[in-house]
């Protein structure tokens, strides 16, 4: 479970000075047949980093450019549909998808469906309020890359009634030190809430923000103070926005501050919060502003002496459910309120696992060995276990291995690489019927494998010598290829083995 937070569409964009670099990654207009640019940041093709599905626009005007395109998927058979990054290995990095249903279809509701990052299910994408509202959607997760590409899939759930669709994705790397609390191992984050307290204008954004977070404005019945001095934010952890500072919410002396925030009902769950404080005053000798901060009547920090230097403060795991309220109560015969400028709340997301790298190579050099690899041939092959590639099973487990290739009369040609042999978990290799042609690899190392079809294909040249070693294999389908010399004797020879090698093939050197 997963909250989006929302964008206004007919947001206006300033022209920015280019005063922070570009964010560090891709930041790619999905459907689009020319760049676009919003500001200064600009939007690339997505061409390079997805082989499936259609490119349309839409028609609603007044629309940002980069949401006036997108891909959609309109293949039912596909198990998911990836975008597939190139990216740094253990590199973390900041992912958002935005979706603009703009009835691309001719439908008057947008669909349901589900978003995958590698392995992991990431959430359902509803964008059906927000575009009721005219609004788009925007997700946000923050994850370590634990191979040399990211993959980013949209799925199918059984509340997809249309063809799901993406407008925007955006893949920035990230320095060490943001949200470094937290195990990118084991969990990643997913936005729920970062806001900017007592702002009332439009979000912050990049350039201020330099990985192009959202800051948006949250106003309360608190009365509002604009700070007298800029934060220096370059050691902050987060790297918030110097802006995410400017203004605050607050209250009267002696007063506890309440605030009702983030504004909508959470999940129960487990989260990491970040605070921004600091005291808009100019820098006095004299006077602290020093407070409790609790949440839910927790205590989360004690004796919080906020300054004109700014503050932030964080739990790494947080249980949160329903409403969250923060309260700021202040110290003993402290001669000032109470305040806070900003917050964030993502919720912790355990990893689904991943599969064998080794695994995953050989998939990947299979997919590019077949001339027309399943459609959904992309991401990790094994996870989300209800999305891995069409025709491949995997085993549970820490690391999931691939156990069962099953793709008969699927229509393929092209070839069988020696990588194959490298797939050592594996069980049943089923290949019958299609196109195959090339020779049969080495399967040495398939100690595993137990049955073995290949018929009614165009393999040619001869056997491995190496099929009669492999202890468990009990069934193997050869009929029907262009095979030629012998018969491995081991095979022939094997007790309650079911060898087919006829009709088809050229046996004439076997014994
Ligand atoms: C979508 O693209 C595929 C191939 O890329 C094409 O065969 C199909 O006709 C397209 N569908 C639509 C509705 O344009
Ligand atoms: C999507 O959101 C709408 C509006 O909030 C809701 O009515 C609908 O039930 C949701 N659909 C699914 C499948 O969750
Ligand atoms: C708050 O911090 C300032 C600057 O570090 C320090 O001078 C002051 O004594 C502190 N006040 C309290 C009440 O802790
Ligand atoms: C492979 O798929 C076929 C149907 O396409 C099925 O009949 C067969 O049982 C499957 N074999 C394995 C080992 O899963
Ligand atoms: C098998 O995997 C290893 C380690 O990843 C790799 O070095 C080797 O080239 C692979 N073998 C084949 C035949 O692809
Ligand atoms: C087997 O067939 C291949 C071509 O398909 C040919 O080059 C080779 O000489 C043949 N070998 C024997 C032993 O017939």
């Given at each position: 479970m997963?909250?989006?937070?929302?964008?206004?569409?007919?947001?206006?964009?300033?022209?920015?000075?280019?005063?922070?670099?570009?964010?560090?990654?891709?930041?790619?207009?999905?459907?689009?047949?020319?760049?676009?640019?919003?500001?200064?940041?600009?939007?690339?093709?997505?061409?390079?980093?997805?082989?499936?599905?259609?490119?349309?626009?839409?028609?609603?005007?007044?629309?940002?450019?980069?949401?006036?395109?997108?891909?959609?998927?309109?293949?039912?058979?596909?198990?998911?549909?990836?975008?597939?990054?190139?990216?740094?290995?253990?590199?973390?990095?900041?992912?958002?998808?935005?979706?603009?249903?703009?009835?691309?279809?001719?439908?008057?509701?947008?669909?349901?469906?589900?978003?995958?990052?590698?392995?992991?299910?990431?959430?359902?994408?509803?964008?059906?309020?927000?575009?009721?509202?005219?609004?788009?959607?925007?997700?946000?997760?923050?994850?370590?890359?634990?191979?040399?590409?990211?993959?980013?899939?949209?799925?199918?759930?059984?509340?997809?009634?249309?063809?799901?669709?993406?407008?925007?994705?955006?893949?920035?790397?990230?320095?060490?030190?943001?949200?470094?609390?937290?195990?990118?191992?084991?969990?990643?984050?997913?936005?729920?809430?970062?806001?900017?307290?007592?702002?009332?204008?439009?979000?912050?954004?990049?350039?201020?923000?330099?990985?192009?977070?959202?800051?948006?404005?949250?106003?309360?019945?608190?009365?509002?103070?604009?700070?007298?001095?800029?934060?220096?934010?370059?050691?902050?952890?987060?790297?918030?926005?110097?802006?995410?500072?400017?203004?605050?919410?607050?209250?009267?002396?002696?007063?506890?501050?309440?605030?009702?925030?983030?504004?909508?009902s959470l999940p129960s769950s487990i989260y990491?919060?970040?605070?921004?404080?600091?005291?808009?005053?100019?820098?006095?000798?004299?006077?602290?502003?020093?407070?409790?901060?609790?949440?839910?009547?927790?205590?989360?920090?004690?004796?919080?002496?906020?300054?004109?230097?700014?503050?932030?403060?964080?739990?790494?795991?947080?249980p949160l459910s329903g409403?969250?309220?923060?309260?700021?109560?202040?110290?003993?015969?402290?001669?000032?309120?109470?305040?806070?400028?900003?917050?964030?709340?993502?919720?912790?997301?355990?990893?689904?696992?991943?599969?064998?790298?080794?695994?995953?190579?050989?998939?990947?050099?299979?997919?590019?060995?077949?001339?027309?690899?399943?459609?959904?041939?992309?991401?990790?092959?094994?996870?989300?276990?209800?999305?891995?590639?069409?025709?491949?099973?995997?085993?549970?487990?820490?690391?999931?291995?691939?156990?069962?290739?099953?793709?008969?009369?699927?229509?393929?040609?092209?070839?069988?690489?020696?990588?194959?042999?490298?797939?050592?978990?594996?069980?049943?290799?089923?290949?019958?019927?299609?196109?195959?042609?090339?020779?049969?690899?080495?399967?040495?190392?398939?100690?595993?494998?137990?049955?073995?079809?290949?018929?009614?294909?165009?393999?040619?040249?001869?056997?491995?010598?190496?099929?009669?070693?492999?202890?468990?294999?009990?069934?193997?389908?050869?009929?029907?290829?262009?095979?030629?010399?012998?018969?491995?004797?081991?095979?022939?020879?094997?007790?309650?083995?079911?060898?087919?090698?006829?009709?088809?093939?050229?046996?004439?050197?076997?014994?």
């Amino acid at each position: 479970m997963c909250l989006s937070i929302f964008l206004l569409w007919l947001v206006s964009i300033p022209l920015f000075a280019h005063s922070s670099p570009a964010p560090r990654g891709f930041l790619i207009d999905c459907g689009a047949s020319e760049e676009s640019s919003s500001g200064s940041l600009k939007y690339i093709l997505d061409d390079g980093f997805i082989s499936v599905g259609n490119k349309t626009a839409i028609k609603t005007p007044n629309v940002l450019p980069e949401l006036t395109t997108l891909r959609y998927f309109p293949d039912k058979s596909a198990r998911k549909y990836c975008y597939v990054i190139p990216v740094i290995k253990g590199g973390k990095y900041l992912v958002k998808t935005t979706y603009f249903y703009g009835g691309f279809d001719g439908g008057k509701e947008p669909p349901v469906f589900d978003q995958i990052v590698d392995g992991t299910k990431w959430s359902p994408v509803n964008t059906t309020e927000d575009y009721a509202n005219g609004l788009s959607s925007y997700y946000e997760i923050y994850v370590a890359a634990l191979g040399k590409t990211l993959s980013i899939c949209l799925a199918r759930t059984e509340h997809t009634v249309s063809d799901p669709f993406i407008s925007v994705l955006e893949v920035e790397y990230l320095d060490d030190s943001v949200y470094n609390t937290n195990d990118f191992k084991k969990h990643a984050l997913s936005t729920v809430a970062r806001s900017s307290f007592g702002d009332s204008e439009d979000i912050i954004r990049y350039p201020d923000d330099e990985f192009n977070r959202f800051w948006q404005p949250f106003m309360s019945e608190n009365p509002v103070v604009k700070s007298q001095s800029k934060v220096d934010t370059s050691d902050f952890w987060n790297l918030p926005p110097a802006n995410a500072f400017a203004t605050a919410i607050t209250t009267s002396r002696g007063k506890t501050l309440k605030v009702q925030w983030p504004p909508v009902s959470l999940p129960s769950s487990i989260y990491y919060i970040s605070l921004y404080f600091q005291d808009n005053r100019s820098p006095s000798p004299y006077s602290w502003r020093v407070f409790d901060v609790s949440i839910n009547g927790k205590k989360f920090y004690s004796e919080l002496n906020v300054t004109t230097s700014g503050v932030t403060v964080y739990a790494t795991q947080w249980p949160l459910s329903g409403q969250t309220e923060i309260s700021l109560t202040p110290g003993d015969g402290i001669p000032v309120g109470p305040l806070i400028n900003a917050g964030e709340v993502l919720q912790i997301l355990p990893l689904a696992g991943r599969t064998l790298t080794r695994d995953v190579m050989a998939m990947e050099e299979l997919a590019r060995s077949l001339n027309n690899p399943p459609s959904d041939w992309n991401g990790d092959p094994c996870l989300p276990q209800q999305h891995s590639w069409t025709g491949v099973t995997c085993s549970r487990g820490k690391l999931a291995r691939v156990i069962t290739l099953n793709l008969t009369n699927a229509g393929l040609s092209g070839s069988l690489p020696p990588s194959i042999s490298n797939l050592t978990a594996l069980k049943n290799l089923w290949l019958g019927g299609n196109e195959l042609s090339g020779t049969i690899p080495k399967m040495a190392s398939l100690k595993a494998l137990q049955t073995l079809h290949l018929e009614n294909n165009k393999f040619e040249g001869s056997l491995p010598e190496s099929l009669g070693q492999l202890p468990n294999l009990r069934e193997i389908l050869l009929q029907n290829n262009k095979l030629n010399g012998s018969i491995p004797d081991a095979l022939q020879d094997k007790n309650g083995i079911n060898l087919q090698v006829s009709p088809g093939n050229d046996w004439s050197e076997s014994r």
